[in-house]
């Protein structure tokens, strides 16, 4: 348990890249044995002040001093700060997916004998750390089988293979069901039973609440304040928020009325098959539609078909044995391929965005184009006037803060990024478009943002699908919500009768029952 004393301090950190000041004079002290959480805006900088932690970016390359156990330390690199017991667990879980378990917990870390590896100890050592994080898999399970959920936590066994004093967890519920994120802040609690530090960045401000003992908040790469969650003041989310985008959000949704028309989209009986397992079925007879000026939602738990969904009507990007029948004003029409779907109006914005969403090396300017290059073309060629023109409007219509549409599109922040995926479907002019949890890892301030975008969308006539993990997104922002299960659609339910219980009865309902 924390006694009081600081385990770590970050005095007057700056930290530069090219044109951005990332982080500016910020001041972080964390106590031994306490859950410390670190919250704000995307872009804020606390995955930046992390990094400068870590020895991601080294002694030299930031200004400012850091104290570990009241001492100067000055990291070159991750191994340095691993050496003192600072280990990071990065949002973007690194494991590699053709090895085992074992030999990614043990990677960079072998256990070897006279420089060669002892397997029969890897796997023994391996067995040891998945028993303490809670995972039963065996150690020779190739980390490509994993789920997220449990890849999540063999990258936390791997953190536990060192010796680690200070543990810093980036977005580690991000892209986790709710189950999983329990046993995960489970677990956290256990490490500071045990007397461990932790480090957590979120924008799940509930779980924040939950676990944290103390928020220090950082806005705009300066430290703002720090929290404390057991003090005489009340700290909710509402504060924790006022802290991070400097007012208070009255309101997590911004006020619409909905024009809704006539129908654009109808799915019916639209049948998926999982790709390898050709017999086993992913998406169940699933019948769908939204009309002009409508935003619909699709709930489900993990597993339910909501992806496998969207992604085998937009060009039948998933599944095998596709069998159904999509109409488009009333119209019946093939989705065979991704360009077919395309020119039919149909658009899809993946819940992966950095690996299917956007090309990360490319510039702003050339990923809002990408969609729709013959509009930015003449004869074939691309119109750099054009180009520009149109990447300036998205930039600014969306808010995507960047220096210039120059900027790669990698380095942005996961909030602006997203802007930069919305803003590339948008201008490729769709009249049905999916977007598949379009605020995941996205703070409140950008979340607030991005639904005045869906909400201006609907406004324009378009039919909007969100699929989102998370329901008071759902409820908040829908006009008709459907609710999946085992790859069925398990109920339909309008905004005025729409709660997170109604919604859940119908998400976890037998399968045997919801067909009747």
Not at 221 to 233: K, N, Q, S, V, Y
Not at 357 to 376: D, F, H, P
Request: hydrophobic share 40%; with cysteine; glycine share 10%.
């Amino acid at each position: 348990m924390a006694d009081g004393s600081n385990i770590l301090e970050m005095r007057g950190i700056t930290k530069e890249f090219p044109g951005v000041k990332a982080l500016e004079d910020v001041t972080l002290e964390v106590r031994r044995g306490e859950v410390h959480a670190i919250c704000g805006e995307n872009g804020a900088g606390k995955s930046t002040l992390m990094k400068v932690l870590s020895g991601v970016y080294p002694h030299g390359t930031y200004d400012g001093d850091i104290l570990l156990d009241g001492g100067t330390v000055e990291f070159r690199g991750i191994k340095d700060s691993e050496a003192r017991g600072v280990v990071i667990i990065h949002q973007e879980l690194a494991l590699v997916p053709h090895l085992s378990i074992a030999e990614n917990i043990f990677l960079g870390n072998e256990r070897s004998t006279g420089g060669v590896v002892d397997w029969n100890r890897t796997s023994s050592e391996a067995a040891a750390l998945l028993r303490k994080v809670g995972l039963s898999d065996s150690p020779e399970t190739r980390a490509m089988d994993l789920g997220v959920g449990r890849q999540q936590l063999v990258e936390i066994a791997k953190a536990l293979s060192k010796k680690v004093d200070v543990l810093i967890l980036d977005e580690p519920t991000a892209a986790l069901n709710d189950e999983d994120s329990a046993h995960l802040l489970d677990l956290i609690r256990q490490f500071r039973a045990e007397g461990m530090t932790c480090i957590i960045i979120s924008h799940k401000l509930n779980e924040i609440e939950a676990i944290a003992d103390r928020v220090t908040v950082i806005r705009d790469g300066r430290t703002i304040e720090t929290l404390d969650l057991h003090g005489a003041e009340k700290v909710d989310e509402d504060r924790i928020i006022r802290g991070m985008v400097g007012r208070s959000l009255d309101s997590r949704f911004p006020d619409h009325t909905p024009t809704i028309g006539e129908e654009v989209l109808r799915v019916e009986d639209w049948t998926v098959h999982h790709p390898i397992d050709t017999e086993r079925v992913v998406v169940d007879h699933v019948d769908l539609h939204v009309r002009a000026g409508e935003i619909i939602g699709m709930a489900g738990l993990m597993g339910a078909g909501r992806t496998e969904f969207a992604m085998s009507v937009f060009g039948q990007s998933y599944g095998s044995r596709i069998s159904g029948r999509v109409f488009k004003n009333g119209t019946e029409i093939r989705t065979r391929t991704v360009s077919e779907a395309i020119g039919h109006g149909l658009a899809y914005a993946t819940e992966d965005r950095k690996r299917y969403g956007l090309n990360l090396i490319q510039t702003i300017r050339e990923n809002i184009s990408a969609s729709a290059l013959g509009k930015v073309a003449r004869w074939g060629v691309v119109d750099d006037n054009v180009e520009i023109g149109v990447a300036e409007k998205y930039r600014k219509d969306f808010r995507i803060k960047a220096p210039t549409i120059e900027s790669v599109v990698g380095k942005l922040s996961g909030g602006n990024q997203q802007k930069v995926v919305l803003s590339k479907w948008v201008y490729s002019d769709p009249d049905v478009l999916i977007l598949d949890e379009p605020t995941r890892g996205i703070d409140v301030g950008a979340k607030y943002e991005i639904y005045g975008i869906i909400n201006a969308l609907a406004d324009a006539g378009k039919a909007v699908v969100v699929i989102s993990s998370e329901l008071p997104e759902l409820i908040g922002l829908c006009d008709r919500i459907y609710a999946m299960n085992q790859g069925r659609i398990a109920g339909e339910v309008d905004r005025e009768h729409a709660t997170q219980e109604e919604l859940m009865r119908h998400m976890t309902m037998d399968k045997e029952v919801s067909a009747r």
